[in-house]
Nanobody
């Protein structure tokens, strides 16, 4: 069983930055492929960024060049650095862990609101 706890959300003005963190426990972090997803009101949950066990990353086109996903295996934590935030980035952001493609775990979500 994997437990995921997100933090770092909040209210930020357009053009600002936030860093989200997701701390994992329960299974060796190095076994997990990690990702960030988001869901805005009335919309489906969508992929934001992925980082594999080996560090390979993948991003949604809408965030390329603005967001950076990273992981610290020593701290069992994945991060999402979000720069140049736009109002359309407002959503609940969820952390996801994938154990060898067999089991998937989700965090509780953290709210990001981009507004002036």
């Amino acid at each position: 069983q994997v437990q995921l706890v997100e933090s770092g959300g909040g209210l930020v003005q357009p053009g600002g930055s936030l860093r989200l963190s997701c701390a994992a426990s329960g299974i060796p972090f190095r076994y997990l492929d990690m990702g960030w997803y988001r869901q805005a009101p009335g919309k489906e949950r969508e992929l934001v960024a992925l980082i594999g066990r080996g560090g390979t990353t993948n991003y949604a086109d809408s965030v390329k060049g603005r967001f950076t996903i990273s992981r610290d295996n020593a701290k069992n934590t994945v991060y999402l650095q979000m720069n140049s935030l736009k109002p359309e980035d407002s959503a609940v952001y969820y952390c996801k862990a994938d154990l060898f493609g067999t089991q998937t775990y989700w965090g509780q979500g953290t709210q990001v609101t981009v507004s002036s």
